[in-house]
């Protein structure tokens, strides 16, 4: 097995031996296996994190269509949250 191919395990025996698991995770994912279905990976805090930082995209105005760009001009917010504004007011950019 490869050192970063992710392992599986049962719940049952995650649970016995979690210390163990743990331990493994830092070197390779954990997948943990309830009824034969897989619902859970642990993973190393750094690997989250990297995941983490993968996960947030930023868009530059480039990449906006002017088609979306109207869209989100013509968006309106739910009045229910207008109380979000008074954190805005003495905003400055």
Request: glycine content about 4%; proline content about 4%.
């Amino acid at each position: 097995m490869a050192s970063n191919e992710a392992i599986k395990v049962t719940a049952a025996e995650f649970h016995r031996n979690v210390g163990t698991y743990q331990d493994i995770a830092l070197t390779k994912p954990v997948t943990i296996t309830k009824n034969g279905r897989e619902r859970t990976v642990l993973l190393s805090a750094e690997e989250y994190h990297r995941l983490k930082r993968r996960d947030r995209r930023v868009l530059g105005l480039g990449d906006v269509t002017p088609e979306e760009l109207e869209a989100i001009e013509k968006t309106e917010m739910d009045p229910k949250y207008n109380y979000l504004n008074e954190e805005l007011k003495d905003w400055q950019p």
